[in-house]
């Protein structure tokens, strides 16, 4: 069993920067892959980003590329989203998620079965 609690997130302004945490609890946090997602208002959940369990592997959503960086910190237990130069389509709720097997990275929200609460980030113009 794995609890994720995201945070970091805000109000910035187009340009700006945030960096979202996401603190894991239990002890196969270092086994999974795990991903960020975000869900605007009237939108479905899409992909962000995508990471293994060790960090070397990683894979972005074509509209975050270039300006986003997930990472992971195994011995704190957690994951980070390092966002740049956001625009206000970045406007969104996000959320971490993590696989419960040892499966790879992954893009589908089908492949994970951890969520987090999700963190409001809104980019204003």
């Known amino acids: 069993q794995v609890q994720l609690v995201e945070s970091g997130g805000g109000l910035v302004q187009a340009g700006g920067s945030l960096r979202l945490s996401c603190a894991a609890s239990g002890s196969r946090f270092s086994s999974n892959a795990m991903g960020w997602f975000r869900q605007a208002p009237g939108k479905g959940r899409e992909f962000v980003a995508t990471?293994?369990?060790?960090?070397?592997?990683?894979s972005y959503a074509d509209s975050v590329k270039g300006r986003v960086t997930i990472s992971r910190d195994n011995a704190k237990n957690t994951l980070y989203l390092q966002m740049n130069s956001l625009k206000p389509e970045d406007t969104a709720v996000y959320y971490c998620a993590a696989r419960s097997s040892n499966g790879g990275i992954s893009y589908s929200l089908r492949s994970y079965d951890y969520w987090g609460q999700g963190t409001q980030v809104t980019v204003s113009s």
């Open positions: 990471i293994n369990w060790i960090g070397s592997i990683t």
